[in-house]
């Protein structure tokens, strides 16, 4: 089945150490997004890429880039993980955002900061 | 600011009791309104949007844009509905806001 396919399911990392989450899709979509959710909080978008047109929200700390190398790979990096950025986080792709289309979304990583 | 509102975090009901899960929103423009549901377990998915006016697993939503409001209704529960209900609101960007989400318990 085409989907969204986050890996790894759950991550653990230490303070200040660097860690990478991935998100492939066989949609085929134009866009990526990456949202931070925590416990009890509404998903939070981080950032998106349109192809290779990438786009960070405002309040997205720098602490947290992302790479697209492709249409079907899309990375998160947070460069040096803080306790609050103990989260999960989701991937999602769109068709085509003009038009509303719906979000598919991934299974999520949980991140966990030590 | 742009704004989806769910004031409900959990709602309990008994089975074939009528649900009612609010939603609110403060969005400039006419936004498109969706309802995503995450079962146990599961990922993230639509569950219904606004334009499309349809009828899923027994659950509808209206949109009233004089209450800003687009509430998600069934008219009898049913245990396979206990799941997370988040709210959605994008304009033909590609922003999605999302509301803080509904814990819905169906009671046996």
């Known amino acids: 089945d085409a989907m969204v396919i986050q890996n790894p399911r759950y991550q653990v990392t230490q303070f200040g150490k660097p860690v990478t989450l991935s998100c492939s899709q066989t949609l085929n979509h134009n866009v990526m997004y990456w949202y931070q959710q925590k416990s009890s909080q509404a998903p939070k978008l981080l ?10 929200e405002a309040d997205t700390p720098d602490n947290f880039q992302s790479r697209r190398p492709n249409t079907s790979f899309c ?9 609050g950025d103990a989260a999960m986080y989701l991937c999602a792709t769109s068709r085509d955002p003009s038009t509303n289309e719906k979000l598919f979304f991934g299974s999520g990583t949980q991140l966990s900061v030590l | 600011a742009q ?11 008994f089975k074939g009791a009528p649900v009612e899960l609010k939603c609110n929103y403060s ?13 146990s377990r599961q990922r993230l ?3 219904l949007r606004h334009i499309s006016r349809e009828s899923i697993k027994g659950f509808t939503a209206d949109l009233n844009k004089g209450e800003t409001s687009f509430h998600l209704k069934k008219p ?3 245990e396979e509905d206990s799941a997370m209900y988040y709210c959605a609101a994008t304009s033909g960007t590609y922003k999605y806001i999302f509301g803080t989400g ?7």
Do not use: C, M
């Open chain 1, 47 to 56: 950032f998106h890429y349109y192809d290779k047109d990438f786009n960070n």
């Open chain 2, 45 to 47: 998915q639509l569950l």
């Open chain 2, 27 to 39: 969005y400039s423009g006419s936004p498109e309104l969706f309802w995503y549901v995450q079962y």
């Open chain 2, 76 to 78: 009898f529960a049913q």
């Open chain 2, 102 to 108: 509904t814990r819905l318990k169906v009671l046996a």
């Open chain 2, 3 to 13: 704004r989806v509102t769910q004031p409900e975090k959990l709602l309990s009901v």
């Open chain 1, 75 to 83: 990375f998160l990096d947070i460069r040096s993980p803080g306790l």
